[in-house]
Nanobody
Framework: QVRLVESGGGLVQAGGSLRLSCAASGRTFSTYAMGWFRQAPGKEREFVARISWSGGATYYADSVKGRFTISRDNAKNTVYLQMNSLKPEGTAVYYC?????????????????WGQGTQVTVSS
């Protein structure tokens, strides 16, 4: 069992930056691949970024590539999402998710555990 708690959301102007954190409970965090997804009002939850259990591989949605960076600190049981050059279309609830080692993809169904989400609002 893994419990995930996101933090770091807030209100930011377009072009600004935010850093989201996702703290995980449990001693097996380092065995999970981690992902970030977001859901805007009235839209489906969509993939943003993911990172392998070791942190050695990262993947991004085309819409955030070059602006967002996912990273993890297994000693702190935490995964991060650094978001730069934010755009108004980035307004959404951001969720982190955990998938078993070797798993994780851009598809929601590959993740077993989800956090409650943190709101990010980007004003124009």
């Amino acid at each position: 069992q893994v419990r995930l708690v996101e933090s770091g959301g807030g209100l930011v102007q377009a072009g600004g930056s935010l850093r989201l954190s996702c703290a995980a409970s449990g001693r097996t965090f380092s065995t999970y691949a981690m992902g970030w997804f977001r859901q805007a009002p009235g839209k489906e939850r969509e993939f943003v970024a993911r990172i392998s259990w070791s942190g050695g591989a990262t993947y991004y949605a085309d819409s955030v590539k070059g602006r967002f960076t996912i990273s993890r600190d297994n000693a702190k049981n935490t995964v991060y999402l650094q978001m730069n050059s934010l755009k108004p279309e980035g307004t959404a609830v951001y969720y982190c998710a955990a998938a078993p080692k070797g798993g994780g993809s851009s598809f929601r169904r590959s993740y077993d555990y989800w956090g409650q989400g943190t709101q990010v609002t980007v004003s124009s």
